[in-house]
């Protein structure tokens, strides 16, 4: 039988596939830079972008109670005066040599093709640690978290002498530090409108140093302000299993609790994973300087999909929302240089700031020379969490600092 032709030809459009910070940043960015000449499909299993940076609240997201509307921006609105097209679906397969995605059961070909499909928890192998954990990685895992330690605060006035209740953090990282913060700072009294006993917190660092990567004098005052805070960190020891209500660590102590947020990696999803390329750790897509896909012309991964190394410092560039931005603005510059037989240009990553939210009014940070503590350093972070939200509903350019 002979072999299928590509389903792509030169009407068919530059096809997104997420929504994410990367994605929606590549649509925009096209759209605005080709005035509206190069038609765009964005696809995503839903009608609305996510303020992922801005799922540790769970504190907020429990006084909610299930109106989430905060964190969502709705699709249409963003694309209500531009040529962008929104197409609702799971994507399934991705047929480079066709130039196709399979998108619920349905060929969609692509004239070029932005891959920024996100990530899903890294579990590593560890034996309960899927089943018994609750994330904060999703909308809808973050909502399941908030509503268990709703939960668990309703009910902890019926505990037995002095206990109060305990949640345990597994990942010391900027996700996992700010969600322990988060827990040991909100007013869960205020939350459930009823007298409550405060959590008892214990954030499991690993292996990995505590917020490696992040400046040494940053990482000493996080630690500090999470220990003021009532946050126990536990350095050095890995995860062995989870069962229910129980952590087991490597040298064999063993954690109760009454709930256990997992938040010590993430890695490409399934999809990505078993595309025949070239990958990185996690299962992310390595890419040329120009964030394309090595022999695949006019397709990149951009934001948690892909792996690329500055070739200045030799390091990985973060995957981090204000990295997803920068890669995103660039994979669109190229994207019309592509479809318009111009040269493409490397991608350059400059780290502007980093801030770590470090409780309900507490945060750290450092933008350009400038070192920030304590309330200042968190009304920036939300501040800059705003003005994205805003941007994005605008149709602007915008970063994460």
Excluded at 364 to 374: E, Q, Y
């Amino acid at each position: 039988m002979p072999e299928s032709p590509p389903a792509s030809s030169s009407q068919d459009p530059l096809v997104v596939l997420g929504a994410g910070y990367a994605g929606l940043t590549v649509a925009e960015e096209v759209h605005r830079r080709s005035r509206g000449s190069v038609p765009v499909v964005l696809v995503d299993r839903h009608p609305v972008h996510v303020l992922r940076t801005e799922l540790y609240e769970v504190g907020e997201i429990a006084r909610a109670s299930g109106d989430v509307g905060r964190w969502l921006v709705p699709l249409a609105k963003v694309f209500d005066r531009t040529s962008i097209r929104l197409r609702q679906g799971t994507v399934q397969a991705i047929d480079l040599a066709r130039s196709a995605v399979q998108v619920d059961g349905q060929e969609l070909g692509y004239r070029a093709l932005a891959i920024c499909l996100g990530n899903v928890a890294n579990y590593y192998g560890v034996p309960g640690a899927a089943e018994n954990t609750e994330s904060v990685y999703r909308l809808t895992a973050a909502a399941r978290t908030a509503s268990a330690l709703r939960e668990m605060e309703r009910s902890s006035t019926e505990l037995s002498g002095e206990r109060r209740p305990r949640v345990v953090v597994v990942g010391g990282g900027s996700t996992g530090t700010e969600l322990a913060a988060e827990i040991a700072t909100t007013d869960w009294a205020s939350v459930l409108g009823s007298p409550t006993r405060p959590p008892d917190v214990f954030l499991v660092a690993g292996s990995l140093p505590f917020l490696y990567g992040f400046p040494p004098h940053l990482i000493d005052r996080a630690r500090r302000t999470l220990r003021r805070a009532g946050v126990t960190i536990i350095h050095g020891l890995n995860v062995e299993r989870v069962e229910p209500h129980r952590v087991h660590l490597a040298d064999g102590t063993v954690l109760g609790c009454d709930v256990a947020v997992w938040c010590a990696g993430v890695e490409a999803p399934p999809l990505i994973r078993d595309l025949d390329l070239p990958h990185g750790k996690g299962g992310r897509l390595l890419t040329e300087p120009t964030l394309e896909l090595p022999g695949h012309p006019g397709v990149f991964a951009v934001g948690d999909v892909a792996e690329f190394k500055d070739p200045r410092t030799g390091l990985l560039v973060p995957g981090t929302a204000q990295a997803a931005l920068s890669e995103a603005r660039t994979a669109a510059r190229n994207l019309v240089a592509r479809l318009t037989s111009r040269p493409l240009e490397p991608y350059r990553y400059r780290e502007r700031g980093v801030i770590v939210a470090l409780g309900v009014r507490r945060a750290a940070g450092t933008v350009g020379p400038v070192t920030l503590w304590g309330r200042p350093a968190r009304l920036l972070k939300r501040a800059v969490e705003r003005e994205y939200s805003r941007s994005v509903e605008r149709g602007e350019p915008s970063g994460l600092l």
